[in-house]
């Protein structure tokens, strides 16, 4: 299934990469996401990255803090996070998507990885 990690405990400012792995191809010509929960408040869409890597999509509150990108032949989904807040605190959350585009919505995505979390302190 999918395995997200990179998470942990940061100070404000500084910088997280959160990694996505695929153990069973689900990336597979498909698009991933990245989504976050923060305590008490629901899913809300991050960043995505089409198959070939070559289209992205950001939230408004992440554009040009945050970068996605991909590896393919590392079945793998990166998320590098510069410049982070207290508001970035949340489990951060991976998933494949049912088709090779970059979505934002959270309706158009299957597998899902367990998450990882993320603390920025202030």
């Known amino acids: 299934q999918l395995q997200a990690s990179g998470g942990g405990l940061v100070q404000t400012g500084n910088s997280l990469r959160l990694s996505c792995t695929d153990s069973?191809?689900?990336?597979?010509?498909?698009?991933v996401g990245w989504f976050r929960e923060a305590l008490g408040k629901e899913r809300e869409f991050v960043a995505s990255?089409?198959?070939?890597?070559?289209?992205?999509s950001y939230a408004d509150s992440v554009k040009g803090r945050f970068t996605i990108s991909r590896d393919n032949t590392k079945n793998s989904v990166y998320l590098q996070m510069n410049s982070l807040k207290p508001e970035d605190t949340a489990r951060y959350y991976c998933?494949?998507?049912?088709?090779?585009?970059?979505?934002?919505?959270?309706?158009?995505?299957?597998?899902w990885g367990q998450g990882t979390l993320v603390t920025v302190s202030s």
């Open positions: 998933a494949s998507a049912l088709r090779s585009s970059a979505t934002s919505d959270v309706r158009e995505y299957r597998h």
């Open positions: 069973r191809r689900t990336f597979n010509n498909n698009g």
């Open positions: 990255i089409n198959w070939r890597g070559g289209s992205t």
